[in-house]
């Protein structure tokens, strides 16, 4: 069965400084991914998505992220942290076997420090 | 284009009782899924519903059940509600043009269910 795993829970991060949530997938081909971003009280708004092609995509507020094969892992990345980007992050796959759900990792919730 | 809606925004009801939410996609928008997300469990898939047909179906019991009209505006019903069912409800559309699995899902705000 297909599944998500996001390491971290919970990340506290400097503003300004570098940011990376890690997300590995269990799936045995290439799936669809996805990042999603969740306010406090708010629904879930799409990052950024890779389907095929270009293997680093680019996504919304300055986040990109990099799907590699061989590591089963599309982790997100931001160059410098806003104090507004504290929120849950999401990753989760779309496959064939899963029709139109998509499995959610657990999320990490980012933390940003003054 | 207004994005998804769901109404209400929160509810409370006591062990037993059923409730119905409702969600209005993107306009042209043709699928509705809808995930429960709680602390625990985290989101998880419920259904999901295309031209009024149930099409794909998570792991849930019998008491959860939803329904699509010919506008596209999706309900989902939880009856014999149980203290458990207390979660965020989310709404997603998409346009539902291309293969399901690819689709970007567009999510509402959610319905917070509060069950004492």
């Known amino acids: 069965a297909q599944s998500v795993t996001q390491p971290d829970i919970h990340i506290t991060v400097s503003e300004g400084a570098s940011l990376e949530l890690r997300c590995n997938y269990s799936?045995?081909?290439?799936?669809?991914l996805f990042w999603y971003v969740q306010s406090p009280g708010q629904g879930l708004q799409l990052l950024l998505k890779?389907?095929?092609?270009?293997?680093l995509v680019q996504g919304i507020k300055g986040f990109e992220a990099e799907f590699k094969r061989s590591q089963s892992s599309f982790n997100l990345r931001k160059p410098s942290v806003h104090w507004s980007d504290a929120a849950e992050y999401f990753c989760?796959?779309?496959?064939?076997?899963?029709?139109?759900?998509?499995?959610f990792g657990k999320g990490t919730t980012l933390s940003v420090s003054s | 284009k207004a994005g998804v809606t769901q109404t209400p925004r929160y509810l409370i009801k006591t062990r037993g009782q059923q409730v119905t939410l409702s969600c209005s996609p993107i306009?042209?928008?043709?699928?509705v899924s809808w995930y429960q997300q709680t602390p625990g469990q985290g989101l998880q898939f419920l259904f999901e519903?295309?031209?009024?047909?149930?099409?794909n179906k998570g792991n849930f019991p019998g008491r959860f059940s939803g329904r699509q009209f010919s506008n596209s505006r999706s309900e989902m019903n939880v009856s014999t509600l149980e203290l458990g069912d207390s979660a965020l409800y989310l709404c997603?559309?998409?346009?539902?043009?291309?293969?399901?699995?690819?689709?970007?899902?567009?999510f509402g705000p959610g319905t917070r269910l509060l069950v004492l």
């Open positions: 997603a559309s998409s346009p539902a043009g291309g293969p399901p699995y690819q689709e970007t899902q567009y």
């Open positions: 799936y045995g081909a290439t799936p669809y």
């Open positions: 890779y389907f095929s092609g270009d293997t």
């Open positions: 989760a796959v779309g496959a064939r076997q899963a029709g139109t759900a998509l499995i």
């Open positions: 306009s042209g928008h043709r699928s």
């Open positions: 519903y295309f031209s009024e047909t149930q099409r």
